[in-house]
């Protein structure tokens, strides 16, 4: 089966500037996460969905990130305007529905984002 | 809130050497636990899953085993590779549909 799909793989930007990432989960994964990871530091999470709702997002910083996911499938996240302290790599991942199988979850390659 | 703490946070060993990576997690109320590999500027690649009945489980050279009790895993690696090279990261998943909660990591480098 086809994994989990990200893109850009990297990005280069200036601060005070905007920035998307998108991701497509593995068909059928209803729960999607977005996960930053600073180097040297273990992913934290940002967002995560079910289907279309949003069921955690106590970590997000509103005030300049948002993430949508329109119909339950693609999402995109977006940083405006993005600071330094946002350089990382930005990792979505995806899962079985909560409450079926294993909820095994599966990680895509990444996108780095250096801000500078 | 739970937290997840690696210990060693790096290992270097020789080629051939079994070796230990440990997870300890503050909230042993846990739905599942993953060990996952990250080679650098890489995602994360899923080793082996661990639901919270089980206690251990097994996939070619790697042996993951929980105590949810003591809220800990440890990551057994047989006759470890070059190849075993990377950045081993374990993840807890609460009761109530959480997310993951990850640890810091234990960057492995095994020497030829």
């Known amino acids: 089966e086809a994994g989990v799909a990200q893109s850009p793989r990297y990005k280069i930007i200036e601060k005070r500037q905007s920035v998307a990432f998108w991701c497509n989960p593995i068909?059928?994964?209803?729960?999607l996460y977005w996960y930053q990871q600073i180097l040297g530091q273990g992913p934290k999470l940002l967002i995560q969905f079910q289907n279309n709702g949003v069921v955690d997002d106590s970590q997000l910083p509103k005030d300049r990130f948002s993430a949508e996911r329109l119909k339950g499938v693609d999402s995109t996240l977006k940083i405006q305007p993005a600071k330094l302290e946002d350089s990382a790599v930005y990792l979505c991942a995806s899962s079985l529905r909560w409450g079926e199988a294993s909820t095994e979850a599966f990680f895509g390659q990444g996108t780095r984002l250096t801000v500078v | 809130k739970q937290e997840v703490t690696q210990i060693p946070a790096a290992l270097s060993v020789p080629e051939g050497e079994n070796l230990v990576l440990n997870c300890s997690f503050t909230?042993?109320?846990?739905?599942?636990l993953q060990w996952f590999r990250q080679d650098p500027g890489k995602g994360l690649t899923s080793l082996l899953l661990i639901q919270s009945s089980q206690r251990e489980q097994t996939s070619g050279r790697l042996n993951a085993s929980l105590d949810k009790s003591s809220g800990r895993s440890t990551l057994y690696i047989a006759a470890s590779q070059p190849g075993d090279s990377a950045t081993y990261l374990c993840?807890?998943?609460?009761?109530?549909?959480?997310?993951?909660?990850f640890g810091p990591g234990t960057r492995l480098s095994v020497l030829p």
């Open positions: 068909s059928g994964h209803a729960t």
């Open positions: 993840a807890v998943r609460g009761n109530y549909g959480q997310n993951f909660v």
């Open positions: 909230d042993s109320a846990i739905y599942n």
